[in-house]
């Protein structure tokens, strides 16, 4: 059987979350480099599919391939982080100097690695800056000023609507990763992440990662965006409300509502990891670190 027990998973939840806090700076800027280039790069994918077909669904059902890349690689994502390294805090397997030190140094490997993409995937619609026709070009300026100024125009509210997606977001994006804990193999894993990937995306809700490429890069396309209007109006309430929605809805109810199970009596936290995870080892697919530390 490939299926992994909710209780099991919360030992490999911990376990990750202690293995994620526990890694150097230089390893966090590069995988945080990586993760947020190929998100940004499933992005695009999205909004093309959605552009050839007219029918938002489709972006949705095609932007869970970064996800997948990102877990089964063993990349980081800090919105999966906010659930699993918590909860390492929590059963004392870290601190929360290493916790805040690894959002750090991921958030700013995201940034880095969504700017070159963004700077990257501009010249390619642009054709090296000469030709502003393609309609990629104006998706992104849309977005960008969709998530930003739109948001400005309610004020208080505005701000308010941006945390409420922001969490409802990572409550999908951190069961996510927590579903590619369910399954032993590599083709259970993707199904089972799948899932709710496709239902944030489906439903607009405000991922920070997406939003680190989409925003900047429809400022160097001409949206009317400040980086002032990035940060206020999304960049800083939309990272809060990922971090609540990750840490409330999916880490702690999840921790709650597993803990003391039976079956995760009488086994260390993370004590079925190695064997939940594909590559671990030298069984092939018997189980991988990578995917641990992954999200």
């Not at 490939?2 to 376990?15: F, T």
């Not at 700076?25 to 280039?37: E, K, N, T, W």
């Not at 439903?203 to 209007?229: C, K, R, S, W, Y």
């Given at each position: 059987m ?14 990750a979350?202690k293995t994620?806090a ?30 050839q ?21 063993g990349l ?70 969709g ?22 977001c990572?409550?999908?994006?951190t ?7 369910t ?19 489906g ?27 990035w ?9 809060l ?24 009596k ?8 190695g ?9 092939g ?11």
């Open positions: 490939d299926y992994v027990k909710p209780g099991e998973v919360l030992g490999s939840m911990i376990e979350g994620k526990e890694l150097g700076i230089m390893q966090l800027i590069v995988r945080g480099s990586l993760g947020g280039a190929i998100l940004a790069c499933a992005t695009t994918l999205a909004f093309t599919a959605v552009a077909t007219k029918i938002p669904m489709a972006g949705a059902i095609l932007f869970p391939v970064g996800f997948v890349m990102i877990i089964l690689l980081e994502l800090v919105t999966g982080s906010f659930a699993l390294i918590p909860l390492a805090v929590l059963e004392k397997q870290t601190t929360i100097r290493r916790m805040l030190g690894n959002y750090f140094w991921v958030i700013l490997g995201h940034l880095i690695g969504c700017a070159i993409y963004a700077a990257l995937y501009g010249l390619t619609i642009t054709k090296m800056g000469t030709d502003l026709s393609n309609p990629m070009v104006q998706t992104l300026i849309t977005a960008s000023e998530k930003t100024i739109a948001y400005q125009s309610l004020e208080a509210e505005g701000l308010a609507l941006a945390f409420i997606k922001a969490m409802l990572n409550w999908m994006v069961l996510g990763a927590v579903m590619a804990m399954s032993k193999s590599t083709s259970g894993k993707i199904l089972a992440m799948w899932l709710p990937i496709l239902t944030f995306f439903q607009g809700f405000e991922h920070t990662v997406v939003n680190f490429f989409v925003i900047p890069a429809g400022m160097m396309l001409g949206a009317n965006v400040t980086l002032a209007d940060w206020v109006w999304n960049g800083i309430p939309v990272l409300g990922n971090f609540a929605g990750g840490l409330l809805f999916t880490g702690l109810l999840f921790y709650l509502s597993q803990k003391g199970s039976g079956s995760q009488g086994s260390k936290p993370g004590a079925t990891a064997a939940e995870l594909p590559g671990r080892g030298e069984a697919l018997a189980g991988t670190p990578a995917l641990e530390k992954s999200v």
